[in-house]
């Protein structure tokens, strides 16, 4: 390692039996202690760029209860056959082996703001200096009529990816020749807005080969969406007659199921259905409300270092967080955490915070390399993270741009996921 | 100083040819060239760049750019700045970026390996 300020700086407290910085907080531990709860794109990367970057001088802890990790992006590329189940699945060893991160598989359920501390469900108090949340999102109970979680394996939600990703995947192969595949969109804000657009796109390409009588109906609450004239074009190119997209204009925001009848009602119409895709609304992951630091469905967060507005020591990362105009996706909580390691390492250890800046890009595959993308910068006001400048694929590209775009994507995949876990 | 004093370097040194082919050269100054980055600056900036631009991989879909000279990766994000250069996430973040900015990416991408 190269020999620079400050090694040299931890190197000579060390020699003096002095490796506290004078910015710890905490009484009577060696080091500043930062707690992250979520090992997703945000709590991975958050923990993962505060270690790293601190060298040593913060203990980092990852609360995570899942011992693999499976990326909610790229999931639809698995419904659709592009990768395999294992592709998006990652674990949490590097962290633990090349950044000394200590990772326990547990869940957090609760969190003293005063004290300090959080508590975990196997009955293990931690103690924080800086306290992360990372959930994702959970469901808001009761938001389509006859869906509850206890419905999830006869309909399932396949947005936390895993084993509903591949529950929803048996059943798209299960459906009877000529069936119907149904998808309850959901209300904004979500998790990825482009995702239940590409996950359609992903089943026609899959019944197309297999089932090609079958139909897509999408009930959405919604007037228009993500790239929709994006996602219009490609479904009139490469499965046409397939997909009928019914929006709030024609009732798709009255919406109900029955789970045991396998049945969709769309304002008061009854449709028997083979496969059934529901997504609720979605809030922040419980967490966060139990630390005291929602407002309504989410957390609202400072635009300048992602610091809850309810308690200064607790961030809020990614899908959780309302921080004004960016997306919720894996690649804004990436971006978001990179913020808050920086401004959390700066106030426990003195190292230069730099302005805040931030940026996503989301990409969503159509058909096999027909990609498509949308993206945007962002910088903090005083009232949130703002929209500056943006970008969006154009209908009508050609082949070898959508190719490119997809193997982009490709590309970005491999390397978000080694930002967080490598 | 003149239009024709400022360096015109060529963007094909460090791009594929295809994508430079079309493409202007941008134009960088000498005093824009002799900026000296500011590595652990760059450090930070580069958090935007390797979300996408893996330090590992071996490119496909996006280059790597991990140990490349600095004066290519000054001049590509010049070439994006000032629109010379085609691609609509780079445009958007290069287009941000200052001169100093730029300079601290470059310098610190080239110390690694």
């Known amino acids: 390692m190269a020999l620079n300020r400050r090694t040299f700086l931890g190197a000579s407290a060390a020699a003096t039996g002095a490796l506290s910085a004078p910015y710890v907080l905490a009484e009577g531990s060696g080091k500043p202690r930062v707690l992250v709860i979520g090992g997703g794109a945000g709590g991975a990367t958050a923990a ?46 590097t962290l633990a082996a090349n950044h000394g991160i200590n990772v326990v598989h547990d869940w957090a359920v609760g969190v003293d703001g005063a004290a300090k501390t959080v508590t975990l469900a196997g009955g293990a108090v931690l103690p924080f200096d800086k306290l992360i949340l990372a959930p994702g999102i959970d469901f808001v109970e009761g938001s389509v009529t006859g869906w509850d979680v206890s419905a999830q394996n006869k309909m399932p939600h396949a947005y936390k990816a895993g084993s509903q990703s591949e529950l929803l995947k048996a059943q798209i192969a299960a459906m009877p020749e000529g069936g119907i595949y149904a998808m309850v969109a959901p ?57 009928d997209w019914i929006g709030e204009d024609f009732g ?13 009602i ?13 997504i609720p609304a979605m809030k922040a992951g419980r967490i966060a409300e139990l630390a ?26 990614g899908d959780a967080s309302q921080q004004g ?5 894996g690649f804004s909580a990436n971006s978001q955490a990179k913020v808050c390691a920086n401004a959390v390492r700066g106030a426990l250890t003195g190292s230069r915070v730099y302005p805040a800046k931030y940026a996503n890009t989301c990409w969503s595959l159509i058909a096999e390399n027909d990609g498509v993308k949308v993206g945007a910068s962002y910088e903090p006001t005083e009232e949130k993270i703002s929209r500056v400048d943006g970008f969006i694929s154009q209908t009508g590209e050609t082949i070898s741009i959508r190719k490119s775009t997809f193997e982009e994507s490709e590309s970005w995949y491999d390397a978000i996921t080694a930002d967080m876990f490598g | 100083m003149s239009r024709q004093g400022f360096a015109i370097i060529a963007v094909a040194v460090a791009l594929p040819i295809s994508m430079a ?40 879909g996006i280059p790597r750019i991990a140990g490349r000279d600095t004066e290519d990766i000054v001049v590509a994000l010049h070439a994006y700045k000032q629109n010379r250069r085609v691609h609509p996430i780079m445009q958007m973040l ?20």
């Not at chain 1, 796109?201 to 090609?212: D, E, G, Q, R, Y």
């Not at chain 1, 798709?252 to 969709?264: E, I």
């Not at chain 1, 929602?294 to 990362?317: E, F, Q, R």
């Open chain 1, 187 to 243: 209300p904004n804000p979500y998790r990825c807005p482009p995702g239940p657009y590409e996950r359609v796109s992903m089943v026609a390409h899959v019944l197309k080969a297999s089932n090609p009588a079958a139909k897509i109906i999408i009930a959405d609450p919604k007037p228009k969406f993500s790239k929709m004239a994006l996602f219009e074009e490609g479904w009139a190119n490469h499965y046409p007659g397939m997909i």
């Open chain 1, 292 to 317: 005291g630091v929602t407002d309504g469905n989410w957390a609202p967060v400072s635009a300048t270092d992602m610091s809850s507005k309810a308690d200064p020591d607790i961030y809020v990362l």
């Open chain 1, 48 to 93: 993962r760029y505060i270690a790293k970057d601190s060298d040593g001088a913060i203990d980092v802890t990852l609360v995570e209860p899942s011992r693999t990790y499976f990326s909610c992006f790229f999931s639809n590329l698995y419904l659709g056959g592009f990768r395999t189940i294992d592709d998006i699945g990652h674990t949490y060893g």
């Open chain 2, 21 to 60: 082919l079309a493409e202007d050269a941008p134009e960088v100054p000498p005093e824009i060239l002799a900026i000296e980055g500011d590595v652990a600056w760059g450090e930070y900036l580069s958090g935007e760049c390797v979300t996408c631009h893996s330090a590992r991989n071996a490119g496909g």
């Open chain 2, 94 to 113: 290069a287009g941000r970026l200052s001169a100093e900015e730029i300079a601290a990416l470059a310098a610190y991408f080239n110390t690694l390996d």
């Open chain 1, 252 to 264: 798709g925001g009255v919406v109900s199921v029955d789970p045991d009848r396998m049945v969709l």
């Open chain 1, 266 to 278: 769309i304002d008061g119409e009854e449709t028997k259905v083979d496969a059934c895709n529901v």
């Open chain 1, 325 to 329: 105009d960016m997306p919720k996706s």
